[in-house]
């Protein structure tokens, strides 16, 4: 709860002993009464050391990472998997791969709203667990309906990471840091998906069985989980309202216990408004944010499409490929998730000199990473289809492996600068236009491996790479709409707008480079 603006506290009028009080736990009273942090406190995750800022840090970015590669391992073991269950591989491509990205994106639309009100770490710990039990329950229950359900749970619980890291990242960095950290993390969500196939492969392979994809999968979430025991608490809001109990249970040490709490629980609507209605109106309503996750959703599905007609492909071209040694092809997508931390280095050029400037640095200046990823992805996927049979026949494998680095580069590039294009043109909104680009590119992705397994075999893999470049071509329109007309969208956007004059109001100055880093 929070006093009228107008009400201005003393320190004497409370005494210099509640002032050393709260000292000691990091705290102090502001001119309008509230307690708040001191700037110095060693308990806000902005001043923690750096060893537990890496400690804390490492643990969320790798189970991140890891449920990543977990959903798109199913491919592989549905294929495996059909000998034990007999039945077709559409039906198992929807029980391993579907049900998991269906629960994602049910999970993301309610996460976030749930961990601004109980903070980071109990989520990150629930999902963890849950995870790794559902495996568990999909390696060794016999029964199909296991894996509907299991699939579906972990799916579920694989949104937390997702969505929540960069909470965290945000509690415990700012500026410059956090740019380079968020980076990180997406870089590792999409080496994530290229690395599940080899995962689901080769493990399968080595063990005799597909059901020890999950036991390991259970193995290593129980290991993060048992490293997030070590985690703390990171959202500074809540560190504040333990302290602020601490206060009340000294009885009437420090008088009016009044301070800022941004995560009161709402009542029952207004939580279905915040995590489910508003999200879904964003989608539906503005034009940018259909754009951005129409893009995001298609190029991200791009990876689990390929999971599917990736394999298939490889055998085709008569090198000995095995459907185990093929997912070795998912790895040339690497070397292009690290090409996306140049873009960066522009990106940080561009604020500096606005700034030198004095001028304020619009979105669209910060997307030219996207304006590289869209045509490289269109030649990345043009040049792959008509380097494979039949087209090509005789073609070495090197020659479509090469194209698929451009791809990587792009898929990543695409999901990093459109989820910060997003943040910009919606500030306060921004996580509600997240949440909605989630649940699209969740059921996009779950939709592809389906969509793979038809249009390969009917139109041949030369024709159906074509198509899917198709789509890349279109997206290479974006960039410019996005210059042309990025601002005038925005300001006709009734959210865009009312999200920016809020922040007008609320921000606070930006003091140098470091401070204003995209």
Same mark, same amino acid.
């Given at each position: 709860?929070?006093?009228?603006?107008?009400?201005?506290?003393? *320190?004497?009028?409370?005494?210099?002993?509640?002032?050393?009080?709260?000292?000691?736990?990091?705290?102090?009273?502001?001119?309008?009464?509230?307690?708040?942090?001191?700037?110095?406190?060693?308990?806000?995750?902005?001043?923690?050391?750096?060893?537990?800022?890496?400690?804390?840090?490492?643990?969320?970015?790798?189970?991140?990472?890891?449920?990543?590669?977990?959903?798109?391992?199913?491919?592989?073991?549905?294929?495996?998997?059909? @000998?034990?269950?007999?039945?077709?591989?559409?039906?198992?491509?929807?029980?391993?791969?579907?049900?998991?990205? !269906?629960?994602?994106?049910?999970?993301?639309?309610?996460?976030?709203?749930?961990?601004?009100?109980?903070?980071?770490?109990?989520?990150?710990?629930?999902?963890?667990?849950?995870?790794?039990?559902?495996?568990?329950?999909?390696?060794?229950?016999?029964?199909?309906?296991?894996?509907?359900?299991?699939?579906?749970?972990?799916?579920?619980?694989?949104?937390?990471?997702?969505?929540?890291?960069?909470?965290?990242?945000?509690?415990?960095?700012?500026?410059?840091?956090?740019?380079?950290?968020?980076?990180?993390?997406?870089?590792?969500?999409?080496?994530?998906?290229?690395?599940?196939?080899?995962?689901?492969?080769?493990?399968?392979?080595?063990?005799?069985?597909?059901?020890?994809?999950?036991?390991?999968? &259970?193995?290593?979430?129980?290991?993060?989980? @048992?490293?997030?025991?070590?985690? =703390?608490?990171? =959202?500074?809001?809540?560190?504040?309202?333990?302290?602020?109990?601490?206060?009340?249970?000294?009885?009437?040490?420090?008088?009016?216990?009044?301070?800022?709490?941004?995560?009161?629980?709402?009542?029952?609507?207004?939580?279905?408004?915040?995590?489910?209605?508003?999200?879904? =109106?964003?989608?539906?309503?503005?034009?940018?944010?259909?754009?951005?996750?129409?893009?995001?959703?298609?190029?991200?599905?791009?990876?689990? !499409?390929?999971?599917?007609?990736?394999?298939?492909?490889?055998?085709?071209?008569?090198?000995?490929?095995?459907?185990?040694?093929?997912?070795?092809?998912?790895?040339?997508?690497?070397?292009?998730?690290?090409?996306?931390?140049?873009?960066?280095?522009?990106?940080?050029?561009? +604020?500096?000199?606005?700034?030198?400037?004095?001028?304020?640095?619009?979105?669209?200046?910060?997307?030219?990473?996207?304006?590289?990823?869209?045509?490289?992805?269109?030649?990345?996927?043009?040049?792959?289809?008509?380097?494979?049979?039949? &087209?090509?026949?005789?073609?070495?494998?090197?020659?479509?492996?090469?194209?698929?680095?451009?791809?990587?580069?792009?898929?990543?590039?695409?999901?990093?600068?459109?989820?910060?294009?997003?943040?910009?043109?919606? !500030?306060?909104?921004?996580?509600?236009?997240?949440?909605?680009?989630?649940?699209? =590119?969740?059921?996009?992705?779950?939709?592809?491996?389906?969509?793979?397994?038809?249009?390969?075999?009917?139109?041949?893999?030369?024709?159906?790479?074509?198509?899917?470049?198709?789509? @890349?071509? +279109?997206?290479?329109?974006?960039?410019?709409?996005?210059?042309?007309?990025?601002?005038?969208?925005? *300001?006709?956007?009734?959210?865009?707008?009312?999200?920016?004059?809020?922040?007008?109001?609320?921000?606070?100055?930006?003091?140098?480079?470091?401070?204003?880093?995209?």
């Amino acid at each position: 709860m929070s006093k009228p603006a107008s009400i201005t506290v003393t *320190e004497t009028e409370y005494g210099d002993q509640e002032s050393e009080l709260l000292a000691s736990l990091g705290l102090q009273r502001g001119s309008n009464g509230l307690i708040s942090w001191r700037s110095d406190s060693k308990d806000h995750p902005r001043n923690w050391t750096s060893g537990r800022k890496v400690f804390d840090t490492t643990v969320i970015i790798f189970l991140e990472f890891f449920v990543t590669v977990v959903s798109t391992a199913g491919a592989s073991a549905a294929h495996a998997a059909q @000998a034990d269950y007999g039945v077709d591989k559409v039906s198992l491509t929807m029980a391993f791969t579907f049900m998991y990205n !269906l629960g994602q994106a049910f999970g993301g639309l309610l996460t976030p709203a749930f961990s601004e009100l109980i903070g980071r770490r109990t989520p990150y710990l629930v999902s963890s667990a849950v995870f790794s039990l559902f495996c568990l329950v999909v390696g060794i229950v016999p029964h199909l309906s296991a894996v509907w359900i299991g699939r579906f749970v972990t799916g579920f619980t694989s949104a937390v990471p997702a969505v929540v890291t960069a909470g965290s990242i945000h509690d415990m960095f700012d500026g410059s840091q956090r740019v380079w950290l968020v980076v990180v993390w997406n870089a590792g969500s999409t080496a994530g998906l290229c690395l599940g196939p080899v995962f689901g492969a080769y493990i399968a392979s080595a063990c005799g069985s597909w059901r020890w994809v999950f036991r390991c999968s &259970a193995i290593i979430t129980g290991i993060c989980f @048992a490293c997030l025991l070590g985690i =703390r608490e990171s =959202r500074s809001s809540q560190i504040l309202k333990r302290k602020m109990a601490v206060l009340e249970a000294r009885g009437g040490s420090v008088r009016n216990l009044d301070w800022f709490n941004p995560d009161d629980a709402p009542d029952a609507r207004t939580m279905v408004e915040l995590a489910v209605v508003q999200p879904l =109106r964003l989608l539906a309503t503005e034009p940018i944010v259909v754009m951005v996750t129409t893009i995001s959703a298609v190029s991200w599905g791009i990876i689990y !499409l390929f999971t599917e007609s990736l394999p298939e492909v490889y055998m085709s071209l008569g090198a000995g490929f095995t459907r185990t040694t093929s997912s070795m092809a998912f790895l040339a997508f690497l070397p292009g998730v690290v090409l996306s931390f140049l873009p960066r280095l522009w990106d940080q050029r561009v +604020v500096r000199k606005g700034l030198q400037r004095g001028e304020g640095i619009q979105p669209e200046g910060k997307i030219m990473g996207f304006a590289i990823a869209a045509p490289a992805l269109a030649v990345g996927l043009i040049w792959f289809s008509w380097a494979i049979p039949p &087209a090509a026949p005789r073609m070495h494998w090197l020659v479509p492996t090469a194209a698929l680095i451009p791809v990587g580069f792009a898929v990543n590039e695409m999901a990093y600068t459109l989820s910060a294009y997003l943040t910009d043109a919606y !500030l306060v909104y921004a996580a509600s236009a997240f949440c909605g680009l989630a649940f699209v =590119r969740a059921l996009v992705s779950g939709v592809m491996p389906l969509v793979g397994q038809q249009m390969y075999p009917a139109l041949g893999a030369n024709v159906a790479g074509t198509l899917v470049a198709c789509f @890349a071509l +279109v997206f290479c329109l974006a960039p410019w709409v996005f210059y042309r007309y990025g601002k005038a969208l925005r *300001e006709k956007s009734p959210f865009a707008r009312h999200s920016l004059e809020s922040h007008l109001k609320s921000q606070i100055p930006v003091r140098n480079e470091v401070d204003a880093a995209p």
